[in-house]
């Protein structure tokens, strides 16, 4: 696992640079990312070549967190877990997840402006939990020089490794890294990166294995739904404006019979003439609000479906694109598709973030349903319909983000991870009996 004393540290540069590194030295290298995140996935999936699955006790859960370490295993030669804020930060945190599956970890520790302090903060995250804690990677180095003070102070923590400065880094905006497709030259970026990150091989190669067993109890829940959704084609937006999209969700809608198809609203593509249901994940129509006021076929394409009754699931940045309008961070005005009354207003401070879950028990029969997820936005709607649910915080089950219903269009902030609750995840794209 690579985590950190805290969020902004560069835990995902150094675990780009480390991955990109050991692929350029023949090694299969498959990584998984610590709770809910979208960006950080893309941007290491470019830097190993393969998908970036969530890890996480509480929303992906522990049997299906170890199933997915355990094919990992099978093919690669390298595992590597990006942590989430500081390595002992949240319930579960990076460090319960590390200890749950008995994972080392590697901190990656700031010090541009510190030198042998750095041996002192490697000590103290080692034994506050305590973790096995078998390296550190010192970011942000100014020269070699100073790599020697890190090295020196360390004690019995090896210095695994050194990133020295970046002139160029990995963009970031509001919702934080840039998307990859955004970045001009991202290959050659992370080229750069691993070159600059100077890996201690011999130690590197030292590092202890870890055993991960297929757990039998792992995707029950999966197999006892069947395919409700058998027959079924499933048009998902996907593009700059809606890029928030877990590789896991894609996974459960095929596996629950759903032949997938794509389209780009920014683009100005209708719905695929095939899709039985639509999918608007989260992504970033703020920032492109312009364009897709122009895209004047899939406005049309959308208000048709709907009209038509075709089943929606529009979640965060897909629900803003769905309402009346939308004020972006400038104060400029832009309409959107008008399905939902009201209108969204960007805003400076975060106004929600955390794990939540949306529980029913309207399809019922033996058990209620939960489908767990995230939220994090920096809008507010404002609107006067009234939700007819909401989901329920994790950390404390206080209300969380409400739920809207027009027609068959459900809409809310809330993000969701689909294995979670693979029933309740059919019922948002079939159409409710009247």
């Known amino acids: ?73 099978l093919s690669a030669d390298v595992i590597l877990i990006e942590g989430v804020m500081g390595l002992y930060d949240g319930n579960p945190s990076s460090a319960d997840l590390a200890r749950t599956f008995g994972v080392s970890v590697v901190a990656v520790l700031d010090a541009s402006a510190m030198a042998q302090t750095v041996g002192a ?12 804690l078998v390296g550190v990677i010192a970011n942000r180095v100014a020269s070699e020089g100073h790599a020697h003070m890190v090295a020196e102070a360390m004690r019995d923590i090896p210095l695994l490794g050194s990133l020295m400065r970046q002139e160029q880094v990995l963009p970031e905006r509001h919702l934080g890294l840039v998307l990859p497709d955004e970045v001009s030259h991202i290959d050659a970026l992370l080229d750069r990166m691993a070159d600059q990150l100077s890996l201690d091989i011999e130690a590197w190669n030292a590092l202890p294995l870890t055993t991960f067993s297929t757990p039998v109890e792992s995707s029950v829940n999966r197999k006892a739904v069947g395919t409700p ?17 877990y590789p896991a969700n894609l996974q459960v ?14 683009a100005n593509e209708t719905i695929p003439p095939q899709a039985d249901a639509l999918y608007l994940p989260g992504g970033y129509p703020e920032l492109h609000a312009e364009a897709l006021t122009q895209a004047d ?21 897909g629900m803003m694109a769905l309402t009346e309008g939308l004020t972006d961070q400038s104060g400029r005005h832009w309409p959107m598709a008008g399905l939902l009354r009201g209108q969204v207003v960007m805003q400076q401070r975060l106004a ?19 489908l767990r997820g995230h939220t994090f ?20 089950g206080a209300q969380g983000e409400a739920v809207y219903q027009h027609g068959n269009l459900k809409a809310s902030y809330f993000h969701a991870y689909f294995p979670s609750d693979p029933a309740m995840t059919a019922s948002l794209f079939l159409t409710e009996a009247r």
């Open 297 to 317: 076929q899939w406005l049309a394409a959308v208000r048709d479906a709907h009209a038509a009754g075709m089943p929606m699931w529009a979640e965060c940045g």
């Open 377 to 396: 936005h920096y809008s507010r709607f404002e609107t006067t319909l009234i939700p007819i649910a909401h989901t329920h915080k994790q950390r404390d």
């Open 229 to 245: 959704l058998q027959g079924k084609t499933i048009a998902i937006a996907r593009d700059a404006a809606f890029a928030f999209l």
């Open 121 to 132: 903060i490697a000590l103290g995250l080692r034994d506050f939990g305590p973790v096995n």
């Open 1 to 73: 696992m690579v985590s950190a004393i805290a969020s902004g540290q560069g835990k995902t540069t150094t675990t780009a640079a480390l991955a990109r590194k050991l692929v350029r030295l023949g090694k299969t290298v498959r990584i998984f990312k610590t709770g809910p995140d979208f960006i950080d996935p893309m941007i290491l999936e470019r830097a190993c070549g393969f998908p970036v699955y969530s890890l996480d006790l509480w929303m992906v859960g522990q049997a299906d967190s170890q199933a997915m370490l355990a094919d990992a295993a």
């Open 253 to 266: 809608l095929a596996e629950l019979g759903a032949a997938l198809v794509f389209f780009s609203p920014l």
């Open 352 to 370: 929600a973030l955390g794990g939540q879950a949306w529980s029913s028990t309207e399809h019922a029969t033996d058990h209620a349903f939960s």
